[in-house]
């Protein structure tokens, strides 16, 4: 049985950490936070738990799916799915998906969606049909800019659909992000079948929904930031918290780092770096970018009546309305949050220099000015909070590098959403770089001669 320790429980960490404890690896994690989850984590607010920003999945993320299904979770009690339906709070736009089976709930997005003419319509197709042909491979270094202008799609398009789609999955504007990367996610969702597109919203917290569930049986430190790593005799791992001069425990026989990119590179940076490969790799995390996403929670005096639990918001930087999404959790009867309104900003590096006060007043203001009139208004808010994630995405640029999970440094791993793989900084690119990353080491712990 090999000891391998797991820093980060974050969801790649606890998926890699779980799958490792069921191949028979004897395996402890390290979580800097008090709280499970990483960057998908329960908070407290002063009226109640919330998440530490909003999060929403979709039927495509089948390994984070199956994960739960394995766990014993039903994703069915777990989420309030819907199918594809992106509507303006202003009820002005909508594109969606029908109930339908495949293919013909694309249907819905022709003859369904509101705000679009038919030019429009049948430029969506022309770039599915493109992206198809390509086989979700647009050349290196395009950006989803010059793939939106070459597949001849409209200024109306671009703002209505391409740039909230390319925000919400990428983080990183579409004249700056990645094609590939952008394809990517298409090819699993709107190129897929009707349940791939279908959209998930969480009803239990985010450390509740299954992380809490995959590490119940595998010894966790919550609260213990791990500040460096050392070879034993035997290049065995030590870890040291907070007095550098006491290892935590035995030595491992590998560890897994599953922290963002800044702890990272620190860990890697109190090893030996002698090797051009291990330089290289250090060269890679420190050019990776990060880019904020920012969630205004608002507890209203009594439940909101808009019956939509999802709408988009159109921006007007301008007048500081930054939201692109809003979430309506009363009208989840069984959400954790109960009648907690949630905004999300996407690419939020324009909230850093203001203040939280300016940011949640024009925020309020963003909604009620974009709600139809006489229809649900918005009850007065009694509190708020304001939550931002600095590095809560690298940016998805074209030139983007990303390192392999198996990593120069004898018995280091990576897990992370930043390990190198076709898909952005999203929690099922998490999960799935853990699961990866725990067969990588089993495998290669089975092929390895026994220590004396």
């Known amino acids: 049985m090999s000891r391998i320790a797991v820093i980060g429980a974050g969801w ?51 390994q984070t799916l199956e ?10 009690q777990r ?19 029908w109930p339908l089976p495949a293919p013909w709930h694309q249907l819905g997005a022709i003859w369904g969606s509101r705000g679009l003419g038919w030019k429009d319509k049948l430029a969506l197709l022309k770039l599915m049909s493109h992206l198809k042909k390509q086989r979700w491979q647009p050349p290196v270094g395009q950006t989803v800019a010059q793939l939106l202008t070459q597949c001849g799609q409209s200024p109306l398009l671009i ?31 709107l190129g897929s079948g009707r349940h791939s597109t279908q959209l998930l919203i969480p009803l239990k917290d985010m450390t509740q929904l299954w992380v809490q569930q995959a590490l119940q049986d595998i010894p966790y430190h919550t609260g213990t930031p791990i500040q460096k790593l050392q070879y034993d005799a035997q290049q065995r791992l ?4 907070q007095k550098p001069h006491h290892a935590l425990a035995q030595p491992f ?18 090893l030996e770096t002698s090797t051009h490969a291990q330089q290289e790799v250090l060269s890679t995390l420190k050019e990776i970018r990060f880019n904020p996403i920012a969630t205004l929670y608002l507890q209203p005096e009594f439940a909101w009546t808009l019956p939509t639990p999802m709408s988009m918001l159109y921006e007007d930087h301008a007048r500081r309305h930054y939201g692109q ?26 909230l850093k220099a203001q203040d939280k006060a300016t940011v949640t007043a024009a925020l309020i203001e963003q909604l009620q000015s974009q709600l139809p009139r006489g229809q649900h208004p918005l009850p007065p808010i009694v ?70």
């Open 238 to 241: 030590l870890l040291f918290s």
């Open 383 to 452: 509190d708020s909070m304001l939550i931002t994630e600095q590095r809560a995405t690298f940016w998805a640029s074209p030139q983007l590098k990303r390192p392999k999970a198996n990593s120069p440094w004898p018995g280091i791993y990576f897990a992370a959403d930043w390990v190198d793989s076709d898909y952005p900084a999203v929690l099922e690119g998490a999960v799935r770089s853990g699961l990866s990353t725990a067969k990588l080491i089993h495998t290669a712990l089975s092929d390895a001669p026994s220590r004396g």
């Open 159 to 189: 703002e209505r659909l391409w740039q909230p789609l390319c925000i919400a999955a990428l983080n990183t504007p579409i004249n700056e992000a990645c094609a590939q990367i952008f394809a990517a996610v298409l090819r699993d969702s």
């Open 325 to 350: 999404w809003v979430f309506n959790h009363a009208a989840l009867p069984t959400s954790f949050a109960q009648n907690t309104i949630s905004i999300v900003i996407s690419d939020a590096a324009a």
């Open 67 to 76: 994960l739960m299904t394995a766990l014993g979770l039903a994703p069915e």
């Open 79 to 97: 989420f309030h799915r819907q199918e594809l339906r992106f509507q303006s709070l202003d009820q002005t736009f909508s594109f969606g998906y």
């Open 253 to 270: 026989d590998c560890c897994v780092i599953a922290t963002q990119v800044p702890p990272a590179v620190r860990l890697l940076q109190s």
């Open 12 to 62: 790649a960490g606890a998926a890699c950490a779980w799958q490792l404890s069921q191949q028979g690896h004897e395996v402890t994690v390290f979580e800097s936070s008090p709280t499970l989850g990483g960057r998908a984590r329960r908070v407290q607010a002063t009226w109640g738990t919330i998440d530490n920003g909003q999060h929403l999945l979709i039927g495509a993320y089948t």
